[in-house]
């Protein structure tokens, strides 16, 4: 059982415009969400978070939405860059859950200039 | 925020054989994990190395397959016994870090470079 589900493995996208990934979850227990980036060869690296309290979180040019009603989250990163090519993890945790993350499968993410 | 280094960054290995992985973290972290990557799958997280007793294995991950050291706050290791060519992954090691951001308490999760293990 998956609880956290990125169902589009891959998108492309043209420099400058946004990219929208999304994610979403099946566990209401979740408190707090969080967007890592990972490329080729290299370990996973935090983006950005948010708690279930809060419906948005921005940093620079990338926002996080959270629709906890649907259980869906999204990312968006404004404008696109070719260095953003990488493949995007959702992770969701319960503060009280000892820290572990569930993770879902990743989309990989093209920027074409 | 922790920088994680890990030992080896990738190896070919033979099968039955064993490969013990190292992670270095330049600060005392409470919670350190384990995961392995399979191709074309998500992160899986393999155990919890915990500092001074034996590891929290997570379902499906045994330690006599995966056995684990942690003998102190900023070094751990993970080895991947009696190897198969299934075995053939990334092997990443982390640790979690509570920051506080926007009125709210976070587990941020940091990760290795990673290990890429192949099995012939």
């Known amino acids: 059982d998956q609880q956290v589900k990125q169902n589009s493995p891959s998108l492309s996208v043209q420099e400058g415009r946004i990219s929208i990934l999304n994610c979403d979850y099946t566990n209401s227990m979740f408190d707090y969400f969080l967007w890592y980036k990972k490329y080729p060869a290299e370990g996973p690296t935090f983006l950005i978070s948010?708690?279930?309290i809060k419906d948005k979180n921005e940093d620079g040019r990338f926002t996080v939405f959270l629709n906890k009603s649907a259980k869906h989250l999204s990312l968006h990163i404004v404008p696109s860059q070719p260095g953003d090519s990488a493949v995007y993890f959702c992770a969701a945790g319960n503060a009280g859950n000892n820290r572990k993350l569930i993770w879902g499968l990743g989309t990989s993410l093209a920027v074409n200039p | 925020s922790a920088v994680i280094s890990q030992k080896p960054s990738r190896d070919i290995c033979q099968r039955g054989t064993s490969l013990t992985i190292q992670c270095q973290v330049d600060?005392?972290?409470?919670?350190m994990f384990w995961y392995r990557q399979q191709p074309g799958q998500s992160l899986t997280l393999i155990a919890t190395?915990?500092?001074?007793?034996?590891?929290?294995?997570e379902s499906g991950f045994v330690i006599d397959k995966f056995p684990i050291s942690r003998p102190n706050l900023t070094f751990s290791t993970l080895t991947v016994s009696n190897m198969s060519p299934e075995d053939s992954s990334i092997y990443l090691c982390?640790?979690?870090?509570?920051?506080?951001?926007?009125?709210?308490?976070?587990?941020?999760?940091?990760f290795g470079p990673g290990t890429r293990l192949t099995v012939l």
């Open positions: 190395a915990n500092q001074g007793s034996e590891a929290t294995y």
């Open positions: 600060s005392q972290v409470t919670m």
């Open positions: 948010i708690s279930s």
């Open positions: 982390s640790v979690v870090q509570s920051r506080y951001r926007q009125s709210s308490f976070y587990n941020e999760q940091f």
